[in-house]
């Protein structure tokens, strides 16, 4: 399963500080005080669950805490929502079956 | 575990939830005020607190810093809380909240859920490729982290919302390819005979009217009477294919945006047995209150968009209202008092009633939008349940949605059902031609949001609960 | 005018299912009647636990029966109903409680020809890694396992759909008269009619006993449960501490279903539940002390079933002491799910023979008058606090 998100990164309209995360063992730079899941978009990352039936890679829908599409494993706790999880440095993401 | 007391504890941090608070002060209530943003100001005014330059925002957002400040002030707030469960004890809501990865608590004597809307899913093949949004999830990234996507962008569906999302994004030169409006041609006839009325009343259409002339400028197409929407692509959305009239179409895409209007969140209404309605004006659940906001359950209020779609604009009103109601309950303020407070209040939701009832007859969502057409769309995502094996299900006369639920696992995933109830309600109700009553929908279960296993085992006591009664079950 | 049935089965719980499948079966024109929805109550709602119940030593036999039931329930239903045969452990974590388990699996051993085996720690590893560094042994019965209850009440509904009988849904019976030989059944205005009455109303069986002047003991209880989110392998039996309430299982799907009997409240006025949140957390905290790699697994729902609980927590099982034509079958006490097709299919027999087998004659109702202390209230709304 490649890492990249098959969808053109986003980009950050306001120049903030940064601060380091960690997706799947990757180091990433990324604006302090953004949820996971912007975080993961603006780097072309999918911030999402692969799906446990079938294996798609899903990615956040609803953005609002919903839909549980963007559930990661952060800090090593599954089912996290990325969309209303705020960036931390030294934080780490990554994906998880759900 | 100490828990903190409070006389009425508010849940959202929107609109409805920050006039509240400041309310709830004004009548002597020492109040919390609990949201599970890093920050106040709900979905409609996501990140307002950390928003750089208030001024390019408008007078709503900038109205809306000020009701933070204020609700700041005037409660206790714990943002970044998701309230995970309630249970009454005697005379106290037991509210537990999940902060991170731990499990709080506090108490209160009355509750007001504020919790707002969620958006309506419209499920379609190819809804599940990562590069299909909400309309509303798009704008929540624009609002909070300042980001916005690559174009093109294709945004489809009904409702003002799809309008205010293409002009934001224009204006940060991210190209849009297109707006699909689905809104049946039949609705505007249908809700002509309510123009005059909306027109002065509410801000909403004026707006709209505002925002469909920008796109028009700006040389948007607009497909009208749009259905059989299909977002193609393999790894990620790459093209959108529709039929407008009798043609169809296929536009190249790196997004798609979707908007077919909003549902009051039941969430937590639903977890303290609030009854709830069919309204089919919307259509939709709407939790039962009184004009204060009252609900069925003794002690808990309703104000906002989660006691049934009032829009952005009403929800301070309303938020004011059910506020002063439990001040009155609780003794604080005199009843006759109360009145007097909310008199204003009252009066402005008349008006905006007035323009509400157009826009849910002019948006109301065709039955092809609310009926995913194709039998191999997921309705449940999270479970990855078929409209196909629910219409299989309904033919079997297994339609009560719980039932389905217990058999299908629709609705058993992390969402609970916030995403698939809608959709699968409606695709029951169409398969089998019974009512919304009939049809039913999901028993909320705790905890609202999932909890770390850990979590709870900080939260319990060392002795084993005195279980007399027996030692070994089998089956449970 | 009522309409006629050879049979009247009221409650469609696994057990009321089982029987009217195997009187329909057996060519009778049976009236399956349901207050709520078929397998709506405890019979869906349950962990599905497959596994014996060594205390009560007179239920051991009928216990080896159902455990072999479930392995041909494919034969019986064309469905094998989720069954998966992964073994029960119990973890002894009680030095002091050793002389117990060997008396608990004297007993089993007396009672029936149920395999089990005591594990030391070493061998307790190989059947399941990751336990808590506090357990010292175990008991092994790898005959047992779990099986799907929505998934088995789902099965249970196409049979009988398949056999002809006549399931009515939302109906709950509020009269019972019993004319010239016939037992009739009113609920809300509808009339149902037939010569045999089995009451197989689970909690609410009590109720039912009463509806023609029969007193039975069951009191309802509510027990809940708990569902994670899909999580790596982390259970390969159906998990139960010795001497402790905790069960705990993974199905093939990945989540992981945790219980033991932990009760949440019935509420007096509609029998609906709710759940306590301090029993829930330390049920909790129990399993994660137990298999401590639980700790991140999220939880993503619990609820709370209604069950049938009587004073000796065996079911009442057999016909009426007071009315010729009528049967019970109810108040199973947290252990009718994985006893309930086989009970059912039994209980058919005896009404058709009318003759009790031996594996259903210890739970004859008799037994009531025979028992302890007994509340006064127990027949009547009064869930424990």
């Known amino acids: 399963m490649p890492l990249e998100l098959d969808l053109p990164p986003f980009r950050c309209l306001e120049s903030r500080p940064e601060v380091s995360i960690s997706f799947e063992g990757r180091d990433l730079r990324v604006p302090e005080g953004i949820s996971v899941a912007a975080a993961l978009l603006l780097h072309g990352l999918p911030p999402g669950r692969r799906s446990a039936i079938g294996g798609a890679q899903r990615c956040a829908y609803c953005l609002i805490g919903q839909c549980f599409e963007c559930t990661m494993t952060i800090d090593g706790v599954p089912y996290r929502q990325a969309c209303m999880t705020t960036v931390e440095a030294g934080m780490t993401v990554e994906r998880q079956v759900g | 575990m100490s828990t903190d007391r409070f006389d009425l504890a508010i849940i959202g941090g929107g609109p409805a939830g920050l006039a509240a608070a400041s309310m709830a002060f004004a009548c002597g209530l020492n109040s919390v005020l609990i949201d599970e943003n890093p920050g106040l100001g709900g979905r409609v005014f996501h990140g307002i607190e950390t928003e750089r330059d208030v001024s390019i925002l408008g007078t709503d957002r900038i109205a809306a810093t000020t009701l933070a400040r204020d609700a700041r002030e005037a409660a206790t707030v714990l943002s970044g809380h998701s309230v995970v469960d309630i249970v009454r004890d005697h005379e106290h809501f037991q509210i537990k909240t999940l902060h991170g990865n731990e499990l709080r608590s506090a108490s209160a004597r009355r509750l007001l859920i504020a919790t707002g809307a969620r958006e309506r899913s419209m499920a379609f093949p190819g809804w599940t490729l990562p590069g299909v949004m909400t309309a509303g999830g798009v704008q929540t990234l624009l609002k909070g982290a300042r980001l916005v996507p690559a174009g093109p962008v294709v945004l489809a569906g009904s409702g003002p919302l799809l309008l205010l999302v293409a002009v934001q994004l224009l204006r940060h030169d991210v190209p849009v390819a297109a707006i699909l409006d689905t809104t049946p041609i039949a609705n505007i006839r249908r809700a002509m005979p309510r123009l005059a009325g909306a027109l002065w009343s509410g801000s909403v259409l004026r707006r709209g009217v505002g925002l469909l002339a920008s796109l028009l400028w700006q040389r948007v197409p607009i497909y009208r009477g749009v259905n059989t929407i299909a977002a193609q692509g393999d790894g990620s959305i790459r093209a959108v294919t529709f039929k407008a009239g009798k043609r169809t179409h296929r536009l190249d895409c790196a997004l798609l945006a979707t908007h077919v209007g909003i549902l009051p969140d039941i969430q937590l209404a639903g977890l303290v047995d609030c009854q709830l309605r069919w309204d089919a004006s919307i259509p939709g659940w709407t939790p039962v209150t009184d004009r204060n906001g009252k609900t069925s359950q003794d002690g808990v209020f309703i104000a906002g968009d989660a006691a049934g779609i009032g829009g952005a604009e009403a929800a301070p009103h309303r938020g004011r209202i059910a506020a002063t109601a439990a001040a009155v309950e609780l003794g604080a303020i005199a009843p006759d008092e109360g009145d007097r407070l909310v008199t204003l209040d009252r009066k402005k939701l008349r008006r905006l009633n007035r323009e509400r009832a157009f826009l849910d007859t002019l948006f109301f969502p065709s039955p092809d939008v609310r009926v995913p057409q194709d039998d191999a769309v997921l309705v449940c995502r999270c479970e990855a349940v078929s409209a196909g094996c629910l219409r299989a299900l309904a033919a079997a006369d297994v339609a009560e949605i719980n039932h389905v639920k217990s058999i299908s696992r629709c609705g058993m995933g992390a969402c609970q059902g916030r995403v698939c109830g809608p959709l699968a309600e409606e695709t029951l109700k169409d398969a089998t031609g019974r009512s919304a009553e009939a049809v039913g929908t999901f028993r909320v279960r705790p905890p609202l949001k999932p909890v770390p296993i850990g979590a709870y085992a900080a939260f319990a006591s060392d002795d084993p609960p005195a279980e007399a009664r027996f030692l070994y079950t089998a089956d449970w | ?385």
């Not at chain 3, 019993?178 to 010569?195: D, L, M, Q, Y």
């Not at chain 3, 708990?226 to 093939?252: C, F, I, N, Y």
């Not at chain 3, 129990?286 to 619990?302: D, I, N």
């Open chain 3, 1 to 385: 005018m009522p309409r006629g049935f050879d049979a009247i089965v009221i409650g469609a719980g696994v057990h009321g299912a089982s029987v009217a499948l195997s009187l329909s079966r057996k060519g009778l024109q049976v009236a399956l009647i349901e207050r709520d929805r078929l397998g709506s109550h405890a019979s869906g709602v349950n962990a599905g636990s497959i596994h014996h119940i060594p205390r009560i030593h007179f239920e051991l036999p009928l216990a080896e029966v159902a455990l072999r039931s479930w392995e041909q329930m494919n034969e019986w239903l064309d469905d094998d109903c989720g069954f998966r045969r992964v073994g029960y452990l119990r973890v002894v974590t009680r030095e002091h409680e050793l002389p117990d388990v060997r008396r608990s699996m004297a007993r089993v051993q007396r009672y029936s020809n149920i395999p089990e085996q005591l594990l030391d720690r070493r061998e307790l590893d190989s059947v399941q890694p990751g336990l808590s560094e506090d357990a010292i042994g175990g008991i092994w019965a790898p005959s047992c396992g779990y099986a799907v209850p929505a998934h088995t009440m789902n099965a249970l509904r196409r049979n009988l759909q398949a056999a002809g009988t006549c399931l009515f849904e939302g109906a709950r019976v509020d009269t019972i008269e019993k004319a010239a030989g016939h037992w009739t059944c009113v609920s809300n205005g509808e009339r149902w009619s037939a010569p045999i009455l089995v009451n197989c109303a689970g909690a609410w069986g009590a109720a039912v006993a009463g509806l023609v002047g029969e007193r039975m003991l069951i009191s309802p209880v509510a027990l809940m449960m708990t569902v994670t989110g899909r999580a790596d392998r982390l259970l390969d039996t159906v998990l139960g501490l010795h001497g402790q309430r905790l069960s705990m299982k993974q199905p093939e799907n990945g989540t992981l279903l945790i219980g033991g009997g932990y009760q949440g409240a019935v509420v007096s006025k509609d029998w609906t539940t709710r759940l306590d949140p301090q029993r829930l957390a330390y049920n909790l905290a129990l399993a994660k002390e137990t298999l401590p790699s639980l700790g991140s697994v999220a939880v993503v729902r619990s609820w709370a079933g209604i069950e049938g609980m009587t004073p000796d927590h065996a079911p009442y099982i057999g016909p009426s002491l007071t009315h010729d034509g009528l049967w019970h079958c109810a108040g199973f006490s947290t252990h009718g799910f994985y006893l309930g097709p086989v009970t059912g299919q039994l209980l058919a027999d005896a009404i058709v023979s009318d003759t009790v087998p031996d594996l259903l004659r210890p739970f004859a109702l008799d037994r009531i008058t025979t028992l302890g202390p007994q509340s006064p209230k127990a027949d009547i709304a009064s869930p424990a606090a």
